[in-house]
């Protein structure tokens, strides 16, 4: 049973870090592809980051590129999401996705190509 746990949210000033964690469990990962998404208040559910697990190809939405870096840590099978210079727009939920067989292409960004997701962490930037 495949199970993604995050962790790493909070409360911070306008111009902060946070760094999220999302711990991986329950098979191989190998070829998949790990993303980060965000939901704000009254708002749909949107892409921020994603990396390939084997290749470690990144890519962001506009929105967060310069600011947000995600990364992977293959022996903790984890993947970070690294937020520096933070915004109250930058205020969400933030969930963990993982999607099966990516070979790469343009549509990391839809959310139907991750089959796995976490129970969320919520960010709150202050301003």
């Known amino acids: 049973q495949v199970q993604l746990v995050e962790s790493g949210g909070g409360l911070v000033q306008a111009g902060g870090s946070l760094r999220l964690s999302c711990a991986a469990s329950?098979?191989?990962?190998?070829?998949?592809?790990m993303g980060w998404f965000r939901q704000a208040p009254g708002k749909e559910r949107e892409f921020v980051a994603a990396?390939?697990?084997?290749?470690?190809?990144?890519y962001y939405a506009d929105s967060v590129k310069g600011r947000f870096t995600i990364s992977r840590d293959n022996a903790k099978i984890t993947v970070y999401l690294q937020m520096n210079s933070l915004k109250p727009e930058d205020t969400a939920v933030y969930y963990c996705?993982?999607?099966?067989?990516?070979?790469?292409?343009?549509?990391?960004?839809?959310?139907?190509?991750?089959?796995?997701w976490g129970q969320g962490t919520q960010v709150t930037v202050s301003s």
């Open positions: 329950g098979r191989t990962f190998s070829n998949y592809l």
């Open positions: 990396i390939s697990w084997s290749g470690g190809r990144t």
């Open positions: 996705a993982a999607g099966g067989a990516w070979y790469g292409g343009s549509l990391y960004y839809r959310e139907n190509k991750y089959d796995y």
